[in-house]
């Protein structure tokens, strides 16, 4: 019996919606979105099935469930190879879930067809590289996210958007030639002798190649570049900060929730995964990059005028604790990663729905134009308050658990990176409260008494992402129980391929805990998430 | 004594059918040149049509020639002139499919610009005669004629534009130069003819044989190969022999222009292939690094160039420059393992380069060809602003054919460039695969721009008062085949990869 090819669908669906949306007639512009809206919604419900449909015990195919394989480019051993594990679940579902969400709930105002058309084009390449198990398939998906994306930023953009446009893209672009040559050269090396025949197939090389030590990590820095520029891992990061700014808001919250994850993603399967030995190698190189990122990113954030500059910004340090957590290399370190990845991709995409609803009424982003909002848009405030918080990370919203989850789990293994690294959350909470108190607080002026409180249509939009911070920041566990299984299973690859053991899990979780002397009730929530 | 004239003077044996893309082509340039100069103008398109029909029968016959070098393997033909293999019948199929769109294109361009008559058309069979020559010359005296008869075919075709003097500068300039690295190529010859007493392939290599161990007339030969190589580099367009290429590309009609970049490029790719590996695989080692060298500043210098200049047939000048160099990292990676059958990746790279290659600059050249308006002279980035809004489908096009050419995935640009890249590396040249990809990300920025103008860009005053850019029939046809081609590749390359020598 053939099983329905749900993955293959993920890609396909949005793909013809994409040709269907260009194809029908300008004049129609009501069917041109009902089509739009309708195929995001399929897939959504797709990958919200394949979420319900995931069995979290099951072991077979390496992990990787939903498995099609199909030869695709014969004579270069090049195969349509999909398959998703617990690392990939949940960044699945976010994409499916946040695109019906930005297409229904955000307008570009002008070319809506052309606009929906790339964004349905955007959601097949995003999925496709979240799901790709072939180095060749998923740098076929991860480079072709760049042209939705640039024409997105190009042609719905702000002021200075073909700038901030060609920057993503040339950027972006000099991360992926290494990293081409890098698959290139993993595939022709990991041949085995020359009689083998040469794969580009993820699990298999992961398995079977035996690269010298040094040979794996050239490879390793060839891809570990293109998904740096991704992150973005400073110091290359400061394509970020103008491609987030001059972005139509869906472009941003697409940015932000799903595109930047391509990078640590890619981090933990295309680095960690493929390379282990080269990995461990160049954790110290890393894991200061991170934390450099952290500290960075939260007082570049501070210094910012631009309320979407100083959103931008901070998802530079979110990021960073992403890093820091995937190469401290414990299991909770990396779940907390793939979790952090998800709940940053909720509430950063809420903060830029956010902001771009304060752009629609005022017409600016600038923090000291705005003030007092809170006396005129009460409901607005309360709803950024919560998406705020959880940008902070305040325990009993989404933003806490991933962001401890990877403190505790690195002090083992990287402690003083940590020790630098919590500073950063202290940060976020100076730039977002100091930010919302600026925005929000005090009597409003002339030009802001007008300030519109929220319509209900906005509401709908901001109600799932209000509803998951919560919920994901209450109840973590049936996300954590998908993650770790897949992380543990990636940690005894890594610890098989390399001299690399991970500090007993236990151990720095009582110290933590004796450290804080009271502790408090979500620590608890954590721990046994980690069980 | 009659007896003894017969017998001296006995003619090789000629393989007719081994030859018939020749013929074709060659039958088909004289008929339309005596019958059209006997006849009243034919009908519009006729000309053009009818060159189409040639040429998709000369290639037509090249792949009957092609069935039988899959049964018989290779062979020699007239007295060892020349050979018939299937990098040779790749490359005469992809000139003559140069040709035919070539042909599409020109059609309503000679009437738009008043130019109407058959000799451009003529011009096309015999310079692509020259092009299939060259690439299945088994001998340095072949190899040279047929350089000439494809190169003054293109200068006349250059400056064929009676009514811009830009479009006969460019002939002039492209004449001039060309007879400069035609003589450098010809002094090439003679020294190596000086070091192994012959022109033919097969004995040179069989002189290299007996002398290799020794390297007697080592400095004769070394002259020779650098010399062959610089008039081959000319030909190709390699910094720094591509000096004459901005000017002309940008002079020549556009069209024209698109058949240089196609037809001529693959033909002095595939006389290179034959020079370096067929006649001289015992200097591989000398020869490889002056390969690698000129690749880089190809690369590097296309890129860089294009990225200054604000008239599009210019940019794709120098883009064309930059891809040649990523054709020379092929080559280069072809050298690793020289012999003379002609095989591996490095050389089957190259020629995927080339057919995906010359589709798609034909695509992109027919585009511009529509947005030169009358005159030919719009082809600056302002000629494309606004290109989305009044021509959806054409700006989709062009936007497809650039990010081929910016070798972006599901595209045939980025088959082609994974093709070389993986000959590199499979040759362990890793620094010059790393080179030729940020290359393409710098060349990336030019293929931005246009798109910019095209999609982004506000209007400016007196954008409505221009011509509006017209997408006659046979030019459609034309980028369509092309969108298509290039698409349908990159989604689906193995039907491709799967004949591919």
Known sequence: MIEFPILTMLVLVPTFGALLVAVISKRQPDLVKVTALLTSVLTGGMSLWVLFAFDKDATANDGFQFVSQHTWIKPWGISWHLGIDGISLFLVVLTGVLFPLVIAGIDPHHDHKRYLSWMLLLEAGVMGSFISLDLFLFFLFFEIVLVPMYFLIGGWGYDNRVYAATKFFLFTMVGSAFMLVGIVATAVLAKAGPGGAITFDLIDIAKNADFAASTGRWLFFAFAIAFAVKVPLFPLHTWLPDAHTQAPTGGSVILAGVLLKLGTYGLLRFGVFLFPEAAVWSRPLFLTLATIGIIWGAIAATMQTDLKRLVAYSSVAHLGFIVLGTFALTSSAITGGVTQMVNHGISTGALFILVGMIYERRHTREIAELKGLQKVAPVFAAAFMVVMLSSIGVPGLNGFVGEFMVLIGSFGSARWWVVVAAGGVILAALYLLWAYQRVFHGEPDEDNKSFAELKWKEGMLLLPFIGLIVFCGVYPKPMLDRVQPSVDRLLVHVEEKSNWQQPHPSEPVERIEEAHGEGDSADETTTEGEG | MGALIADTLQGPKVDWFALSPLLVLLGGAMVLLVVAALTPAWPKRCYALFTAAVAVGAGAMGFATWARVSHEGSQSLVADAMVLDKPGIWIAITICLAVAMAALVTDDYLRREGLDGPELYVLYMLAALGGIVMAAAHDLIVLFLGLEILSIALYVMAASHRKRLASQESGLKYFVLGGFSSAFFLYGVALIYGGTGSTNFTEIVAAFDATIDDRSNSALVLAGVALLLVGLAFKVAAVPFHFWTPDVYEGAPTPVTAFMA????????????????????????????????????????????????????????????????????????????????????????????????????????????????????????????????????????????????????????????????????????????????????????????????????????????????????????????????????????????????
């Open chain 2, 262 to 501: 196609s037809a001529g490029k693959a033909a002095a790719f595939g006389a290179m292939l034959r020079v370096l590996l067929q006649a001289l695989p015992h200097w591989a080692d000398d020869y490889r690094p002056a390969v690698w060298a000129i690749a880089v500043l190809t690369l590097v210098g296309g890129s860089v160039m294009a990225v200054v200049q604000t008239n599009v047939k210019r940019m794709l000048a120098f883009s064309s420059i930059s891809h040649a160099g990523f054709i020379l990292v092929g080559v280069e990676a072809a050298a690793h393992g020289a012999n003379v059958s002609m095989g591996g990746d490095g050389v089957s790279s190259v020629l995927l380069y080339l057919l995906l290659y010359t589709v798609l600059v034909m695509g992109t050249f027919g585009v511009i060809t529509a947005v030169g308006r009358t005159g030919d002279a719009a082809t600056g980035l302002a000629g494309f602003r606004g290109l989305g809004r009044s021509k959806p489908a054409l700006a989709l096009g062009m936007t497809v054919l650039l990010l081929a050419q910016a070798g972006v995935p599901v595209t045939s640009g980025f088959v082609a460039k994974f093709a070389v890249i993986k000959a590199a590396v499979g040759v362990h040249s890793y620094a010059i695969a790393i080179i030729a990809m940020v290359a393409s990300v710098i060349a990336a920025f030019l293929y931005l721009r246009i798109m910019i103008s095209m999609w982004v860009a506000d209007p400016e005053a007196g954008d409505d008062t221009r011509e509006t850019v017209r997408v006659p029939a046979l030019l459609g046809v034309a980028i369509g085949v092309s969108v298509l081609f290039t698409l349908a590749v990159g989604i689906y390359p193995t039907w491709l990869l799967d004949i591919l020598p």
